[in-house]
Every structure is written in structure tokens, then in C-alpha cells.
């Protein structure tokens, strides 16, 4: 069995130094550079136990101490990490980038860690026992690392319900970690948020209200005003109803990137609707890969956006950025033991 020496060298110590100040005890930095170089360790399981029995030197119980009950500050440990993403040239938040919100879920058994319920975790693609957490995550063609996380707490785990102090949903989260990074000086062109998010009218006002621009996914199913053919006048539709509207050639070809370096060619095209709960006409962009039957593409997504100077292939390309984030926790999750 290889194991880790957790000892200063030229390589790792540079790093770990930049976080010296952090700690308000002695042994908080050789357990901090414990746990991480057990986190890049090449192992099956990645929990404190089997961290603690790889690495030379360092006992289970100090370990456990440093995760669960040593006095530092998580917060202020990310903020140093965000700091110093924005102090390299190579990794720096640039206008062109996007800001990610998003969830990722954890399966866990018992109910015994705080959060635990049965909700819809993603890693699974069903219902079942597990965390949830809201993401923030900055992505652009050059780089793309995690912003912050915030954990969804369901209502049963509080005295009050939905109706105690301390209960937030999830889009109340997201907010708060779109307002985190604006407060922390990133740079992004838009919020970037999937359809779960999209649908909600109240969090698309949040974002205007904020002046923030985004390009959110809206779902098939959302409910809009058009006059579509046959009607007298505007009637109640399914967005996806709405593509009626367009003939083929509306659409105009854009290539977007595939995370494996690869791209694809998509078609994009635009319809003028009223939202339902939103105010006036808004554009939605849509992104098919069959210009000629669109209705029949399952793969068609809905974009909105409050930027009007962009054009429909840049909100598309917007959009894409968004798998970084995907791409990302399957990665977290898999190398990292974030879905431990």
C-alpha cells in the first residue's frame, strides 16, 4: 500500500504556506496539508479513516479534530483560495467568463448528517437519501474552477419548517452566492443557471432587480403568451408550442465547445414572447439541432437572457459554458471523494 508523507517540499509547501495565517493552532497546518494531499491521493475511499491510515505520521483523532471541532474558519479559508485564483493571470475571473449557479447532490445513508432527506440527488438521476448543496462556479474558454457552496438544509430539519427564520430555499442560496461573487470582485459577463432555476419568475426578478445580467434555460413546458395560428389573439401556450412560429430558415449555424476540446455545430433562431409572471415581451433563443423539425428535436433548450446587445449564437455559447460545471463534480466527486 503507497503512503503519504506528510512532510514540507518543494513542490506542495508554497502552497500550503499561503494559508499560514489561517491557523490558530500549531498542528491545524500539518493536518490541513494532510487532508488535502489525502484528497489528490490515488485511493478508493477518501474519508477521514482511511486518509488518516495512509499518511505517515498523522493520527485518526487529530485529524477528526481538525475537520469537526478545530477552531477555523472554512469561509474565510475558501476566500483566501478565491483570492488567490484572482491573483494569477492564468486563472483570473475575465468579463468574457460566466457565473454558474447550480446544485449538486450527495447520497448519503442514515439520518444523521444534517440536510439528509429524501429529495432528487443528481449524481443518481432519481429520488433518494442525500445532501444538497447550491453551487457558485466561474467558467470561461480558458479555465473554469468553484466559486463557493452553500448547503440546502430542508425544512424538516428545523423546528419551524418553511416557517422558521433560518429556512432557505434553494434559489434564495443561489442569490446569495451570486451576490457573494459580485461582493468579492469577480468578473463575469452573465449568470448562468439551468432550467430547475429559469423557471422561476421570482428568481429571474431577483437578478433583474440586482442588474445582473444572465442566460438562464427556460423549460418546454413554461407558460407564455403568443398568437399562434388559429388564435383570435394572444393566447396561453407552452413555450415549446411557440416554435410554430419559426421556419427554418430563421435559424443560423454556431459551433459551441465540447469540454473534451471537440465542437459541435447547433442552429439558433429567436421568438418574441410574454412570459407568464414576467413583464413585457422577451426574446427566447432557441438552440436545436434540427432546424428543419425543431419540435422534434428533444434535445432543444430555451434560453433567456435581460442582455439584449447579445446576439442569439453568443447566448448559446453563453449557455454552453455551462457543463463546466457538470464536468467539474463528476470529476469532484469521482477523484476527490466530494461524493463521500
Not at 98 to 106: A, C, R, Y
Not at 271 to 278: D, E, F, R, T, W
Amino acid at each position: 500500500m503507497d503512503c503519504i508523507v506528510n512532510e514540507p517540499d518543494p513542490v506542495c509547501a508554497p502552497f500550503f504556506d499561503k494559508f499560514a495565517d489561517l491557523w490558530s493552532r500549531p498542528n491545524q497546518s500539518q493536518c490541513f496539508a494532510a487532508y488535502v494531499r489525502g484528497l489528490l491521493a490515488r485511493m478508493d475511499r477518501k474519508n477521514v479513516e482511511a486518509i488518516s491510515n495512509r499518511t505517515v505520521g498523522q493520527a485518526y483523532q487529530g485529524l477528526h479534530h481538525f475537520l469537526t471541532e478545530s477552531p477555523w474558519d472554512g469561509a474565510e479559508l475558501n476566500r483566501r483560495r478565491v483570492e488567490l485564483l484572482e491573483a494569477d493571470p492564468r486563472t483570473c475571473s475575465r468579463p468574457e467568463g460566466v457565473l454558474i449557479l447550480d446544485d449538486s447532490g450527495v447520497p448519503k445513508k442514515g439520518e444523521a448528517t444534517q440536510g439528509v432527506k429524501r429529495q432528487y440527488i443528481g449524481q443518481l438521476g432519481k429520488v433518494a437519501n442525500g445532501q444538497v448543496f447550491v453551487t457558485s462556479h466561474y467558467a470561461e474558454g480558458r479555465c473554469h474552477w468553484p466559486v463557493d457552496l452553500l448547503p440546502y438544509v430542508p425544512d424538516n430539519w428545523l423546528a419551524g419548517g418553511k416557517a422558521d427564520p433560518a429556512f432557505r430555499t434553494k434559489l434564495e442560496l443561489a442569490l446569495e452566492l451570486a451576490d457573494r461573487a459580485v461582493g468579492w470582485g469577480l468578473s463575469f459577463r452573465a449568470v448562468v443557471a439551468d432550467a430547475w432555476y429559469g423557471r422561476n419568475a421570482v428568481f429571474i426578478k431577483e437578478l433583474e432587480e440586482r442588474s445582473l445580467p444572465y442566460v438562464v434555460e427556460l423549460e418546454a413546458t413554461q407558460r407564455i403568451f403568443a398568437r399562434l395560428e388559429g388564435d383570435i389573439a394572444s393566447n396561453e401556450h407552452r413555450l415549446k408550442e411557440a416554435l410554430s412560429l419559426l421556419e427554418p430558415k430563421d435559424f443560423r449555424p454556431v459551433r459551441l465547445k465540447n469540454a473534451d476540446g471537440t465542437d459541435r455545430e447547433v442552429f439558433v433562431a429567436a421568438l418574441k414572447v410574454k412570459i407568464k409572471k414576467l413583464p413585457g415581451k422577451r426574446r427566447v433563443v432557441v438552440v436545436t439541432h434540427r432546424p428543419d423539425d425543431p419540435e422534434a428535436d428533444e434535445d432543444s433548450r430555451f434560453l433567456l437572457s435581460n442582455v439584449v446587445q447579445l446576439r442569439n449564437g453568443t447566448v448559446a455559447r453563453l449557455y454552453a459554458l455551462r457543463n463546466w460545471v457538470e464536468v467539474f463534480y463528476r470529476e469532484a466527486k469521482c477523484d476527490l471523494g466530494a461524493g463521500q
